[in-house]
């Protein structure tokens, strides 16, 4: 199946949810795309580039590196790291979705093939007409900043407290990942502009009722977090571990799921960053619930007493 703008494959269409053996394959093109951006991080600093954000990275072209890359040794890793990365994302201009080229708003201006559906600080969203997909236009903010993820620091009436800030490329590029781990509303990857808007692709739903109560759709994998050890600035935050590492998990409200095809509410949008392990180090409490729960996710907050001990 190719996707209606671009050509490219695509394993989603309108309201129809993907197999799982599609979705494996989405969360696969996730890890590519994730070790792609390590390898292409990797290959700048050996070659002494340094970029004020990863914006100057995945917006690099492989032509500007072309002769640099005659010279072989990082220099040749480094073009081929950017290659890599470019074939998870390639470069596509808006106009490609009907977006006014030459346009200084074009994503205001709209365009004849997309019905703008909804949309906040971080992206707008855009159903295809006609067949439905929605459409992800993830917009850099100033400073070459884009998406949101947690900075931690000290709390006061509890250890931690989680702040959402300004993320990076990467950290959208694990949101996406998670959206599709926690088996949320399937969302591909399509492509970045020349502008570094992220495009994305995301499987259509319908909007829950104003203040709905998510908790009983939240993913079952998430676990509550004890309000003595973290409190968090967006709603119903949540733990998941990732292979072995714990992740905050948060922003779940009404309108960041949406009813799928099969009637189930599904995310379709979230804010979330890894567990600081420094802080983490410091509180053996929370290094011990962490343990737990990673074994148990029905684990208390304090740890279980045998009959015969009490």
């Known amino acids: 199946m190719q996707d209606a703008f671009t050509g490219q494959p695509t394993r989603l269409r309108g309201r129809t949810l993907p197999g799982q053996p599609e979705r494996r394959a ?57 290659r890599a990365w470019r074939a998870v994302l390639p470069l596509l201009p808006l106009d490609l979705f009907g977006f006014p080229a030459g346009s ?20 707008w969203a855009f159903a295809a007409e006609p067949e439905g997909s929605v459409y992800k236009f993830f917009r850099p903010r100033e400073g070459g900043g884009i998406g949101s993820t947690f900075a931690y620091a000290a709390g006061t009436e509890t250890f931690l ?36 808007i992220l495009v994305a692709k995301q499987v259509n739903g319908e909007r829950l009722p104003e203040a709905a109560d998510v908790l009983p759709h939240l993913p079952p994998a998430l676990i509550d977090i004890p309000s003595r050890f973290l409190r968090v600035d967006r709603d119903h935050p949540r733990l998941a571990f990732v292979g072995t590492e714990p992740w905050l998990i948060a922003d779940m409200h009404d309108r960041n799921l949406v009813r799928a095809g099969d009637g189930r509410p599904r995310i379709i949008d979230l804010v979330a960053a890894p567990m600081p392990r420094d802080w983490i180090a410091r509180s053996a409490p929370i290094r011990d619930w ?18 015969d001990e009490l």
């Open 290 to 307: 962490l343990a737990r729960v990673h074994h148990d996710p029905s684990a208390g907050l304090l740890p279980a007493v045998a009959d």
């Open 161 to 196: 407290r989680a702040m959402a800030v300004i993320g990076d490329y990467r950290d959208l590029l694990e949101k996406l990942f998670l959206i599709n781990l926690l088996d949320g509303m399937a969302t591909e990857l399509v492509g970045l502009t020349p502008e570094g």
């Open 26 to 82: 989405i969360l696969d093109d996730y890890r590519r795309g994730l070790a792609a951006l390590d390898r292409l991080g990797a290959a700048a600093a050996e070659c002494g580039v340094r970029a004020h954000t990863d914006r100057d990275l995945v917006l690099a072209e492989a032509e500007e590196l072309s002769l640099l890359e005659a010279a072989g040794g990082a220099w040749a890793e480094f073009g081929a790291a950017l």
């Open 104 to 123: 200084e708003s074009p994503l205001e201006d709209g365009s004849p093939r997309l019905v703008h559906i909804g949309g906040g600080v971080e992206a």
